[in-house]
């Protein structure tokens, strides 16, 4: 019996978590096209992009990867979290991948580069969900501790104001060795006024 499913935004397919993991092209009629395997255990979370041609799995193997639904082949592989990704879930835009793992951290992805955009830090309880808002500009997590958080995520989608954006989202200045581990490459290191 699978534990979780994702249909596409299309239509076309639906992905169960059972063992082994199936790709389904037909949901209608459950016909098998596929199995997709990469995981090295469990498979936690999937998610389409809204064009339903990528798709999202995290597991309980550390590991994010993207799949291309058609060609039923491994696109690239995500890697930064330490234990289990709960979830993965896409941006409504299709741009950006958020993934919640056991090491209490919230990841943003550039599906187009494949590069991780963001590390979001704050909770320090067992992550438990995530969701973008419709607009795409604020993805919530819920944690075990209690708390419900917004995170900017507008200040991601363009670098070039991030510098200004990156004391108000931290409340502080960082440090260079904090500003090189949560602050996209490309965004030169300034301390805050």
């Known amino acids: 019996m699978p534990k979780s499913s994702s249909v596409s935004p299309v ?3 639906g992905y169960s978590r059972a063992s082994p993991c199936s790709l389904h092209s ?3 009629h459950r016909r098998l096209t596929a199995t997709i395997a990469g995981h090295t255990d ?4 999937v998610a389409f992009t809204p064009d339903g041609k990528t798709l999202a799995s995290s597991g309980r193997d550390a590991a994010v990867r993207l799949w291309d639904v058609r060609t039923h082949r491994g696109l690239a592989a995500l890697s930064g979290h330490i234990g289990i990704v709960w979830s993965a879930v ?3 835009n299709g741009k950006t991948l958020a993934t919640i793992g056991d090491d209490r951290t ?5 599906l187009r580069t494949h590069q991780q955009l963001a590390l979001l830090i704050g909770h320090t309880g067992d992550l438990r969900s995530a969701l973008f ?3 795409g500009n604020t993805l919530t997590t819920s944690s075990d501790d209690g708390t419900v958080r917004l995170w900017d995520t507008d200040a991601f989608n ?5 510098t200004e954006k990156v004391c108000t ?3 502080r200045s960082l440090t260079e060795r904090e500003w090189r581990r949560y602050v996209p490459d490309g965004v030169a290191y300034h301390r805050c006024p």
């Open 133 to 135: 808002a419709p607009d």
């Open 11 to 13: 239509g076309a397919a």
């Open 169 to 171: 989202i931290a409340g």
């Open 42 to 45: 469990a498979a936690q979370s």
């Open 26 to 28: 037909d949901v209608q």
């Open 90 to 92: 896409v941006s409504p």
């Open 158 to 162: 363009d670098l070039a104001p991030l």
């Open 106 to 110: 919230v990841r943003l992805w550039d």
